[in-house]
């Protein structure tokens, strides 16, 4: 089946720390993966994305390597900052992006 | 980015009731759109997917005649919760999937609804 495990949070950092968020994933073929960010009372926002095997999405400083070997997909930031405190969702897709296996989200608190 | 929106962002209803959902897409068409249920530390699970002018699909345990789908518009979708009980409280989440090459879902920001 399809499934997508992130690490549980919160996760509380201090401004200019680097963060990780992992995220691995189970799936028939291959899939397309993402990451969302929620941020309080808001829906949820497409991050990053990639759709093959070695791609890096990237985006607001944010990035993520489509590692097939690994069936990873980590969240990576060099120095977070006080707006980036949000919800992150990772999620992966099959059939065009019909359909999303979201993770359980992981909470990122930054402190300034 | 494109703009989906929800309303009620919160509603409280007696158990046995009815509640109704809606899910607009602002400023994009969108011919399918899906409805999420989001429980406390928990994913996002796809409750059904739906298509403008068809029946929605439902995903396996998802009991279609308590959680009807109507999808009339190709801006408008909406989730009725029929005969509510505390069990369906919860926090659902509605998204609309914009054509073309980009294949991207918006989502609205949820509706938190609580059965007492």
């Known amino acids: 089946g399809n499934s997508v495990t992130q690490m549980e949070g919160p996760v509380t950092l201090s401004e200019e720390a680097f963060l990780t968020i992992n995220c691995t994933y189970t799936a028939t073929g291959y899939p397309s993966l993402f990451w969302y960010v929620q941020y309080p009372g808001e829906g949820l926002q497409l991050l990053l994305k990639?759709?093959?095997?070695?791609d890096k999405g990237s985006n607001k400083g944010f990035e993520a390597t489509y590692r097939k070997e690994t069936t990873s997909f980590h969240l990576e930031k060099g120095s977070v900052q006080v707006s980036d405190s949000a919800v992150y969702f990772c999620a992966l897709s099959r059939n065009n992006f019909n359909k999303f296996y979201f993770g359980s989200g992981t909470k990122l608190n930054v402190k300034p | 980015g494109a703009v989906v929106s929800q309303h009620p962002s919160r509603v409280i209803c007696k158990s046995g009731t009815s509640v109704k959902i809606e899910c607009r897409s602002l400023?994009?068409?969108?011919?399918?759109m899906f409805w999420y249920r989001q429980f406390p530390k928990k994913s996002l699970m796809l409750m059904a997917t739906s298509n403008e002018g068809s029946k929605a699909t439902y995903e396996q345990g998802v009991e279609k005649d308590k959680f009807l789908i109507n999808h009339a518009s190709l801006t408008l979708s909406t989730l009725t919760v029929t005969s509510a009980h505390p069990e369906d409280s919860s926090f659902y989440i509605c998204s609309g999937l914009a054509g073309g090459s980009s294949y991207e879902q918006y989502f609205g920001p949820g509706t938190r609804l609580t059965v007492t």
């Open positions: 990639a759709t093959k095997a070695d």
């Open positions: 400023d994009f068409q969108a011919t399918t």
